[in-house]
C-alpha cells in the first residue's frame, strides 16, 4: 500500500508560479513513479506530467511542457510539481498518483491517488 498527500494548491493570477508538493509514502513507495494528474469543472481527469521510480525520466502533456518542471526528491520522499507561466485553463484539482506499470501517460495504471489540491488561476 502506498499513500500520497497533495499540498501546495492555492489562488494565484495569470503568469504566476505555484509549486506543488507530493509526500510519498509506504511499502516499497520509492519504486513506483509518481505522475500528476488534474480535473477541471466539467472536463474528465488529464495526464499533466509523470516521473519515473529513479528520477531519471521525466514525462509531461503538451499543455505544460516547458512551463512545468516535475522532480523527486528521495531525501524527503517528495515529488513536486513547479508550474510557472499559470493560465486560467490551468484551473483544476491536480492529483499525484503511484504506477508501477510502464505507461507513466495511462491514468487506468495508477493503483494509488492523493486527495487532490485545488489550483485556482485568475485572469
Known amino acids: 500500500q502506498v499513500q500520497l498527500v497533495e499540498s501546495g494548491g492555492g489562488l494565484v493570477q495569470a503568469g504566476a508560479s505555484l509549486r506543488l508538493s507530493c509526500v510519498v509514502s509506504?511499502?516499497?513507495?520509492?519504486?513506483?513513479?509518481v505522475g500528476w494528474f488534474r480535473q477541471a469543472p466539467g472536463n474528465e481527469r488529464e495526464f499533466v506530467a509523470a516521473?519515473?521510480?529513479?528520477?531519471?525520466?521525466?514525462y509531461y502533456s503538451d499543455s505544460v511542457q516547458g512551463r512545468f518542471t516535475i522532480g523527486r526528491d528521495k531525501t524527503k520522499n517528495l515529488v513536486y510539481l513547479q508550474m510557472n507561466s499559470l493560465k486560467p485553463e490551468d484551473t483544476a484539482v491536480y492529483y499525484c498518483a503511484a504506477t508501477n506499470s510502464y505507461d507513466p501517460y495511462a491514468q487506468t495504471e495508477y493503483a494509488y491517488w492523493g486527495q487532490g489540491t485545488q489550483v485556482t488561476v485568475s485572469s
Open positions: 516521473i519515473s521510480w529513479s528520477g531519471t525520466s521525466t
Open positions: 509506504g511499502r516499497y513507495f520509492d519504486t513506483y513513479a
